[in-house]
């Protein structure tokens, strides 16, 4: 297969930082698109894989998957998209598209397997796949996306991943007017949460453990703002919530905010700490309530949140940078120093000679 050699920016072993690599992309076979690449979100799924933190990484690993750029050119089937078109391309970029659920349009809970954006098995060069710290990606049409042309570019990036990870439980469970939706922790993803939740027509109860943080969770649509750590504001909550998205990553008391739910309310993980978090049966027992998780959306219901973001104008809150600033936003990352997303502007890899 035709190949070509671009700039990209990546790491070669677990403790090595981030550095200019060349890598291989395929020519476009007859379905794909190829996009210049011209923001891409750091996601914390990135840090973990380029330090192997989940035992799974092959190297040299490119990381990023919250790509979004414009069209340079498309394969001869290619029906979906033009050359100048805007697209982006999120956490996957093929699935078997024969099992069950790749036929309902949840391709993210594909049976063999999906195909993610970077560090998955590449069936077109037989490595691995790279991500969107690179100058250019090739991507078949059936899994790139539409960008909405009123959204600012940069600060879209981010829905690819953060976005959807939150859009997703909340359409599921059908969040709208009438519902109390809670949100705990106020970062790349309750950030989103927040947004989509009052968008959606629900009442945003906000849960933080910083006082600080009152007046940016009411900038970005809180009705109310809970200080988890003071009991007389939690008990005030007490059995009002219909649904709670947890977003903290950190090992942390699920059994305070399960009792906030009413009758058949659901906690919805999608933050991910490493130690598993113990449930009181008697947290969920007496009311029916339900703990469950949820992971990206499907390419259909990932375009339905771009569309959704266009109709009501909803980007992330992003600090651009430029790729050389890479390391040092992975260690501010560790450190929670980031409001809300950090978005790489690639001109500064295709500048470098």
């Given at each position: ?140 049409e059936s899994f ?67 006082a600080s943080k ?29 649904l709670i998205i ?108």
């Amino acid at each position: 297969m035709e190949i070509k050699r671009i700039k990209a920016f990546g790491a070669l072993t677990a403790d090595a930082p981030l550095n200019k690599m060349t890598i291989n992309r395929r020519a476009t076979t007859p379905h794909d698109v190829e996009i210049d690449i011209l923001f891409c979100g750091v996601c914390h799924s990135d840090l973990h894989s380029a330090r192997n933190e989940w035992h799974n990484t092959m190297y040299p690993i490119v990381p990023g998957h919250e790509i979004v750029g414009r069209i340079v050119k498309t394969g001869s089937e290619v029906t979906k998209f033009k050359v100048g078109d805007l697209a982006a391309v999120g956490c996957m970029v093929d699935s078997c598209r024969e099992c069950e659920y790749c036929k309902q349009g949840l391709e993210q809970y594909c049976e063999p397997g999906n195909t993610l954006t970077y560090n998955s098995p590449d069936k077109y060069l037989q490595k691995q796949t790279y991500g969107g710290y690179s100058e250019s990606v090739v991507v078949d049409e059936s899994f790139v996306l539409h960008v909405p042309e009123n959204l600012d570019l940069a600060a879209t990036a981010p829905l690819l991943c953060a976005g959807i990870t939150v859009y997703s439980p909340l359409k599921h469970w059908q969040v709208g007017p009438g519902k109390r939706v809670g949100v705990v922790g106020i970062g790349g993803l309750g950030h989103m949460a927040i947004k989509f939740a009052k968008a959606m027509g629900a009442h945003v109860v906000v849960f933080t453990t910083s006082a600080s943080k009152f007046e940016d969770a009411k900038r970005l649509g809180a009705d109310e703002v809970v200080l988890s750590k003071n009991e007389d504001q939690m008990k005030k909550q007490s059995r009002s919530l219909h649904l709670i998205i947890d977003a903290v990553s950190a090992s942390h008391d699920v059994n305070a905010y399960i009792d906030l739910l009413r009758v058949d309310g659901t906690l919805i993980l999608v933050g991910a700490p490493e130690e598993p978090l113990p449930v009181a049966a008697f947290s969920i027992i007496p009311t029916r309530r339900a703990v469950a998780g949820s992971t990206i959306g499907g390419i259909a219901e990932t375009q339905e949140m771009l569309e959704f973001c266009g109709k009501h104008s909803i980007t992330s809150d992003i600090e651009l940078i430029s790729i050389h600033e890479i390391n040092n936003a992975f260690g501010r990352l560790l450190k929670g120093d980031v409001h809300y997303r950090f978005v790489v502007d690639m001109a500064s890899l295709k500048k470098d000679n």
